[in-house]
């Protein structure tokens, strides 16, 4: 019987000959419980005797505690490494990124999927580690976008923010089906059960009170119910169980709205903390939209933002003080990082793949990325459905051609590319009015028509009593 050949752990597959970016790279492969780490073998130190002579000199394995972190650090110091390159794996790597940035190394955070694609790519612990290392060492390695330490923190907060709302949303639901078991049909006549009406009834029920009459006159003034229309569908089986239920979905809903004020608290003081950009000049009224979430920032978060960034993104269409809040929060304001608008909506996720071959376009779908900023641009489009501006009609133009879908990504891209021309510019906003652009797509389409019949040997004519003039 053949005897089965061992691996050779000391020699990963070959690369091409081509010149080093990085001469003293280093490659860590991460783990929960373990960092495997690479060093250039011509710069190790010589090993002591109790090394294991399975592992080659220039590898080493580190635990991922705080004392041995620090160790990985003092070992990378003494091989003379100034660069290294890591996967971003869950958030195993975030203490040891902070940490290394912390002593002077300059990091690379890398999509394992530039790692993955690489041919001839080995798939060991010990290998993994020093296929990166001299993946990184060659310049094959790209570092993922990571904005400023203090737009950092600042997105830690926003990130914490939204998790209590998807909790409380959660408690929400279960108050809704306590509500249904109990066949009180709150939810068919008020539209949100945690409003002003609705959160009266609840409280008033779970303290006794079991009248609908007299419920219904809990009525908010702004309902547009009618107080029998909310009567009649708070007959209901008044269940121990469900009672209690419902109790306890209260509690918790409004203990994660407490922690909620308290995260919004924490944003408007670190907010003014940050780098003043505003040059001393305060913001007009804002922009009336007509609708105000209970999710929205309790605190002058568009102040707070212009401050931050030197400009009010509340003046686009479609965006308001906590879609802003999201996207600086995770983009920051430096646009350098993004040489042109065209990089910016590429990353974002907002823009058609290009797959051509023999000069025909093979497929063109949009890339699916699990950005925030570019989920909080799609659902600033959304909200253009009905807008009577410049973006509304835009996209009602592209969804009667092309569906819903495509007209979201369209206008958020049309939304990302002024972002991105405000944070970097600075320029003054000018709104376009629905008329004037739907004048001017009237225009360019009569001139491509008038062009198009000329290619043909036709003129484009003006009927008699028709508006607009002869192209």
């Known amino acids: 019987m053949t005897p089965r050949k061992q691996k050779n752990l000391h020699q990963p597959p070959s690369l091409e000959q081509q010149p080093m970016i990085h001469p003293h790279a280093a490659g860590i492969d991460i783990h929960l419980n373990e960092h495997w780490v690479a060093v250039p073998p011509e710069s190790v130190p010589p090993p002591s005797d109790r090394w294991p002579l399975k592992l080659p000199p220039w ?37 040891l990124f902070e940490l290394l940035e912390r002593r002077g190394f300059q990091v690379y955070l890398v999509n394992a999927r530039q790692t993955r694609q690489a041919p001839g790519r080995p798939k060991t612990d010990v290998l993994d580690c ?71 009834i609840i409280k008033a029920i779970l303290q006794g009170r079991r009248d609908p009459e007299l419920l219904a006159k809990l009525r ?105 809040l999201t996207v600086l929060g995770e983009i920051g304001r430096d646009m350098s990082k993004w040489p042109t608008v ?27 990325i699990a950005g925030r900023a570019g989920r909080a641009l799609r659902m600033a489009a959304q909200g253009c459905h009905h807008a009577k501006n410049a973006l509304g009609a835009f996209y009602r133009r592209v969804q009667a051609r092309a569906g819903a879908p495509k007209a979201v990504v369209a206008t958020a891209r049309k939304i990302a590319e002024r972002v991105y021309r405000l944070l970097k510019y600075g320029a003054k906003y000018v709104q376009e009015e629905m008329n004037a652009y739907e004048e001017a797509y009237r225009q360019r389409l009569l001139k491509g028509l008038a062009r198009r019949a000329k290619e043909l040997g036709y003129q484009l004519t003006t009927l008699t009593g028709a508006t607009g003039a002869t192209p």
């Not at 065209?342 to 497929?363: I, M, N, Y």
């Open 130 to 200: 020093q296929w990166i290392q001299r993946l990184h060492r060659y310049g094959l390695l790209t570092a993922s976008f990571r904005p400023a330490d203090e737009v950092v923190v600042l997105r830690g907060y926003l990130r914490q923010r939204q998790l209590l709302i998807e909790y409380g949303s959660h408690h929400v639901q279960h108050m809704q089906k306590a509500l249904e078991q109990m066949n009180v049909k709150l939810r068919e006549v008020i539209n949100d059960i945690t409003g002003r009406t609705g959160m009266a």
């Open 220 to 324: 908010h003034e702004n309902c547009k119910r009618t107080e029998a229309e909310i009567a009649r569908a708070l007959y209901g089986n008044w269940r121990e169980e469900h009672l209690f239920a419902l109790k306890q979905a209260v509690a918790l809903y409004e203990f994660y709205r407490k922690q909620l004020k308290e995260c919004d608290e924490q944003l408007a003081r670190y907010l003014g903390t940050m780098t003043d950009h505003s040059q001393g000049k305060s913001l007009g009224a804002p922009r009336k939209t007509g609708t105000h979430t209970v999710n929205e920032p309790q605190f002058g978060a568009r102040q707070l933002l212009f401050r931050m960034s030197g400009v009010d993104l509340t003046v686009i269409e479609g965006i308001s003080a906590s879609t802003a």
């Open 59 to 95: 590898v080493r394995k580190f635990g991922t505690c705080t004392a041995d972190l620090e160790a990985l650090a003092d070992w990378l110091a003494a091989c003379g490494v100034d660069t290294v390159a890591m996967e971003s794996t869950g958030i195993y790597w975030v203490a």
């Open 342 to 368: 065209k990089h910016f909506v590429s990353w974002l996720g907002l823009c058609p793949q290009t797959h051509l071959s023999a000069g025909k376009r093979k497929k063109g779908r949009v890339r699916r």
